[in-house]
């Protein structure tokens, strides 16, 4: 096989950061281990650029260091990187880059127009209402209140009384400008992998389902502290799981991205409704992506391994 540089990027200046941090030691130690060479890089939360030694090196260092890789792996969730500003940097460093390019990642990251998109393609989503700051919004119903982009749950809560929306909009607003306040969604939470490869071809991996206790959401502490309880692949029906795979499809299509992404929806009586496409989803070996093609008989290192090739031009 050819052995690849690859220049993996972790960290970001966001509230992700650490996780991100996660998922870049994963992603360099399968690399190597598939036989690549990982040169590691981080961004602080500050944004500075920092080597494997943990040294500050500075922007014009740091685009020497992805110039010297045949390809860049950036594995940032969140604002400031899973957002398309690394792709972009990538793109205008000649460096080709595994992932979603700089359109797809800022549209997916903006939760209010992933709503729009999926609507136009008739992709059910959560009612919802996007506010600033200066927006007033008076509480009828339970809802979901959430900054319109950030990750890891921060800043997302459920709220069934109207005295808990003040402190949720308060939280939401705290990692965004624009918060969208969204009806309350009832059903089970599946995660649908999606892996673009370069003859335009589609590969879906089993679907994961989150189970959630009844009456909470997937929030930070159950997401990172203990054990969330995923099950692949998740028990559906065979026309649930045809219509997740199709939606699922297009809105990866129709964001335009590339590399691996992961949609996720409720599963509705009425059907999937589409919560969220993460262009730069989690990539420790726990994380539900890996989790996803390892059930369909993928390793790991081997998902990792096409990633990096699909992102070499041959
Ligand atoms: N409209 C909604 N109805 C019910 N639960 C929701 C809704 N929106 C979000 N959630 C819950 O909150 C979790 C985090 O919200 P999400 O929009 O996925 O933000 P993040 O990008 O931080 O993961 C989801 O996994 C889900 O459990
Ligand atoms: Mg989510």
Redesign the pocket.
Known sequence: MTVTRVAVIGGGRNC?HDVSLASATAVADALERAGHQAVRLTIDPAGAWRDRAGDPIGLAAAVGALGSCAVAFPVLH?PHGEDGTLAALCDLAGVPCVGSPLGAGALAMD?WVTKLVAGALGIA??P?RLLTRTDTYTFTHP??V??VA???????T?VRHAARLGPALDAAFGYDDRV?V??????R?IDVAVLGRPDGSRVVAPALE?V?PAD?????A??YSGEPDFRVPAALDDAARDRLAEAAVRMYDALGCAGVARV?F?LTARGP?L??V?TMPGLTAQSQVPRMFAASGMPFEALLDLLVRDAVPS
């Open positions: 992700e969140g939760k989503t959560a919802g809802v979901v959430k900054p950030a990750g890891s749950s921060r800043g997302v459920l969208l969204e009806d309350l969604v009832t059903g939470e989150i959630v909470a959401i997937f929030d930070h159950a997401k996720d409720f409704v919560n969220e993460n």
